[in-house]
């Protein structure tokens, strides 16, 4: 018989903190706490392995579960002494979800689940308190209607914000148990009307429909966008957790809060975290009352930090977090309640955190011995890095401050502000900057958080919903920014005197928590602490050379302060098109013969020499591949009948014959058509005046630095072998002419690049003659799958969430595919020419996924953009390190 529940706490621990798989990170963690003797109540998990078999079995549950539930209910009864559906002293249970990653507010929990009509009776003779109660059945009716029942959240508050209005008051604090009963009274009414059906007495019934409910959250719209969004395989289910309700909202003696052992924004070793006394959990990340700090030194005037509220149990809290930490050897991020002076541990997880913290984190357990070196390098999610390497605020820009909250996730975001996640995420798709402001944000919006440069929200604290998921992301948040109001009817938000609008400007300093009117000015980012000392480890433990696809100076002196170790693209055809040559190259293409085309290229001669002289300085030394032109020729030439004219002009050519050209070099597929080395064939004189600019720009760094750098000259889309010959004589030709005439020589390599199928099946005959391969994965992904990377976003995103395919595969390899072609080439071609060098330099070389790949491989080198060159250098550390698995920032 397969074993779906696993019990934990009160002596019996049938699970540890390996098998997150199938108990899910909260499952797996609660047993292990309780197993390391943590105060963590009594409960029991359903495995992930369940919801697979749920979906898989249209969503019916095997024939042995409700038996095992029974029994693991039956535990848990006796561990507490309460009984499930007792009229004088009823057990409660909490239902959570529990992925093996955290996703948090993505799915769906119920708390107090229970009571009823009659439970709620003896809940509030053996509490000896008819608020706590009545207040306990409200919050549960609220959270089992939204999340069983279907019904919207909102009307549950519009019942509440009634009562609040009818008896003057602005605090759910205010409300005493006569007040609770009339808002239970209204919520059953409320539920009738809305299902047709009443509230649920039974508990076995309110049990059976929760644990349904959490399982179905798996596949809600949010919770599918957020695994979409940190590629999280859907087929990993999540599992459910069943444990003895603990009560922070009995009293002043009682609280709840969410803390980090570290400061999850800055890495700062010290306790981080907020509270509430009588509150439940979801009180505090909903942001519906503003929480209070954990320490005496974090408190402000008017605050009372739970060191002096709650004395003993922070004292116990403060040893819990010592002894998670070094027992996970991690910041951890706990849920806690305390029940009459007494301290209970409802979770704890590798916390969320910012690239910065991670950093931090990272390098200082390193050196306090927690953890080695390898293990901080395998610690950092290298996409996180993205968030270090971007603009902050000019400290000495001029600004007008609109507002202040609080610093929830750092960084500086400018943008058009929106008033709904919808809204955000249209604009994005438009390319417009966006700031998404929300009074307080829940899971349903996070689509609109993802596609938002920063989020402001007026209500929620430090580990609100808004602040979790931004740091999360990566996305600049101020939280809790109570001095704005937000108006969503006429589209506007005020403070201060200050009106701004929809589609107005605002600046987001998510390290200070201000708010600024208009855009401000920012700077470059500085590299250092840190940063460096764990990209000096990973440098340390990597095998695979990171280089960057760059053509211009300002790309190659990114890359250079980013540590790429040379150019492993630099697309000429970028150059092309600057103003000053755009003339001479259609001056080229519009020749009528050789002769012309000859006369044209003189003149972009200087231009392309230049060109690869400023790259070859800038590098000093290291490799610059240069790909030869690529795109048809068409491309460079206008395309309405104006812009003709004004080449015709230019030109000296009428009309007609700029018309007759342009008709000439139309093709119906041009991905597929005359580019490449199809055009250095066709039109040889084009690659030579390349070669020779190659060659002379070499040459005269040489001489001025007396570092010869070392071309390497890239074909590209070769898929003949007799291709490659062709155009490798025409370049050695022109290599003889030029170093002839200089009187001295340099060192040299000619190759390909990999983009399409035949290439990469006959790569032992094309390897004859080319001394590197480059695998341009872009184009190889387009002709393996037969489409344009330009066409199928109208349709692959859809591919993706259907399952078809698991990832979008120009952003992460297709492995199956064309990473099976490239293991083919690779293979190939060395097994034909012994050293031959292999790198890739499509968008996938800035992928972690991919770049894992391509250790696995064994190519030589990866080449992506600037900014992703720190990335790749992480990556390629983690992927010689084998590392694996979930990270954490």
């Known amino acids: 018989m397969t074993q779906w529940v696993y019990g934990f706490g009160a002596g019996r621990n049938e699970g540890r903190a390996d098998m997150r798989n199938l108990l899910g990170g909260k499952g797996a963690n609660l047993a292990e706490m309780a197993s390391i003797g943590l105060p963590v109540p009594p409960g029991f998990t359903i495995t992930t392995e369940l919801c697979t078999e749920f979906y898989r079995n249209d969503r019916r549950y095997p024939d042995d579960l409700a038996a095992q539930v029974k029994e693991g209910l039956q535990r848990v009864e006796q561990a507490v002494g309460l009984t499930f559906g007792d009229r004088t002293n009823p057990l409660l249970v909490s239902v959570r979800s529990g992925a093996r990653v955290s996703m948090p507010g993505m799915m769906d929990t119920v708390l107090n689940l229970g009571l009823n009509d009659q439970t709620v009776e003896g809940l509030a003779r053996a509490s000896g308190d008819d608020r706590f109660a009545w207040d306990s059945y409200r919050r549960f009716i609220q959270m089992f209607g939204s999340v069983v029942l279907g019904v919207d959240h909102h009307r549950f508050e519009e019942i509440i914000e009634h009562i609040k209005l009818d008896r003057n008051v602005i605090e759910d604090t205010a409300l005493d148990a006569a007040d609770w009963r009339k808002v239970v ?477 342009a008709a000439e070099l139309a093709e119906a597929n041009p991905m597929l058509g005359h580019r490449g080395c199809r055009l250095g064939i066709s039109f040889p004189e084009i690659y030579e005046m390349q070669a020779r600019a190659i060659f002379e720009g070499a040459l005269a760094i040489a001489e001025e630095t007396g570092n010869a750098p070392v071309p390497e000259v890239m074909v590209p889309l070769v898929g003949i072998k007799r291709e490659i010959e062709i155009v490798r004589a025409q370049i050695e030709k022109v290599a003889a002419e030029v170093f002839s005439r200089a009187g001295r020589t340099l060192d040299y390599t000619i190759g390909t690049m990999i983009e399409l199928p035949r290439a990469a099946l006959s790569a032992d005959t094309i390897a004859d003659s080319a001394d590197f391969f480059s695998f341009g994965t872009n184009d190889l992904t387009q002709t393996v799958f037969g489409l344009s990377r330009d066409d199928a976003g109208k349709f692959l995103p859809h591919y993706v969430e259907a399952g078809i395919l698991p990832k979008d595969p120009f952003i992460s390899l297709d492995e199956e595919g064309v990473g099976y072609l490239i293991e083919i080439a690779a293979k190939k071609g060395r097994a034909a020419r012994h050293g031959l060098k292999l790198g890739i330099c499509g968008e996938h070389g800035g992928d972690p996924s991919s770049i894992s790949f391509c250790e696995k491989v064994g190519l030589d080198y990866v080449s992506c953009s600037p900014y992703r060159v720190p990335v790749a250098r992480l990556a390629a550390a983690q992927a010689a390190l084998g590392a694996g698995g979930d990270r954490t920032a």
């Open 185 to 661: 009274a209204g919520y059953k009414d409320m539920v009738l009307s809305e299902t047709g059906k009443p509230f649920p007495q039974d508990p076995e019934e309110q049990l059976w429909g929760a644990i349904g409910a959490v399982f179905g959250s798996w596949m809600n719209p949010r919770a599918i966008t957020y695994r979409r969004l940190h590629e999280i395989p859907a087929d990993w289910g999540t599992a459910v957790n069943v444990q003895a309700m603990v009560f922070g909202n009995m009293g002043e003696d009682c609280a709840t809060g969410v803390c980090f052992t570290r400061d999850p924004s800055t890495g700062e070793n010290i306790f981080y975290g907020e509270f509430l006394v009588n509150a439940q959990g979801e009180d505090v990340v909903a942001g519906i009352r503003t929480p209070q700090p954990l320490s005496k030194a974090r408190a402000k005037p008017g605050e009372r930090s739970m060191e002096e509220a709650l004395p003993k149990a922070y004292e116990e809290l403060c040893q819990v977090r010592e002894t998670l930490e070094k027992h996970y050897k991690d910041m951890q991020d706990i849920e806690f309640t305390v029940q009459r002076n007494t301290l209970y541990m409802l979770q704890t997880r590798s916390g969320k955190r910012t690239a910065a913290a991670s950093l931090r984190i990272a390098v200082e357990m390193a050196n306090e011995g927690l953890i080695d070196r390898n293990e901080a390098v395998k610690r950092v999610n290298p996409a996180s890095l993205d968030q270090l390497l971007h603009p902050t605020l000019d400290p000495k820009a001029p600004r007008t401050v609109f507002s202040r909250g609080l610093p929830a996730s750092p960084g500086a975001a400018c943008g058009a502000v929106v008033f709904n996640a919808d809204e955000a995420e249209m604009r994005a798709a438009k390319g417009e900057a966006v700031i998404l402001v929300r009074i307080e944000t829940s899971p349903e919006d996070i689509h609109g958080m993802h596609a938002a440069k920063g989020i402001l929200t007026t209500r929620g604290g430090m580990t609100s919903h808004a602040a979790v998921v931004a740091r999360g992301m990566g996305r600049p948040c101020v939280a809790g920014a109570g001095g704005i109001q937000v108006d969503y009817g006429t589209q506007e938000l005020s403070a201060n005197g200050i009106t701004i609008r929809e589609g107005e400007i605002v600046t987001l300093d998510g390290a200070t928590g201000e708010v600024f009117v208009g855009p401000v000015a920012m700077i470059e980012p500085s590299l250092s602490g840190d940063f460096a000392t764990l990209m000096e480890w990973a440098d340390g433990a990597r095998r695979m050379k990171v280089r960057a696809n760059a053509e211009t100076p300002l790309d190659a002196e990114t890359a250079r302060k980013f540590g790429a170790e040379g150019i492993g693209l630099c697309r000429t055809e970028h150059m092309f098109f600057d103003p000053e040559r755009i003339g001479a190259v259609r001056q080229m293409i519009m020749a009528a013969d050789e002769r012309g085309r000859r006369l044209a290229l003189e003149k972009l001669l200087p231009f392309q020499r230049k060109d690869f002289t400023d790259l070859f300085r800038i590098m000093q030394g290291l490799p610059v591949t240069i790909r030869l032109l690529d795109p048809p020729l068409h491309e460079f030439l206008p395309h309405n009948e104006e812009d003709l004219a004004e080449v015709g002009v230019a030109l000296g050519v009428d009309l007609d014959t700029i018309r007759r050209r």
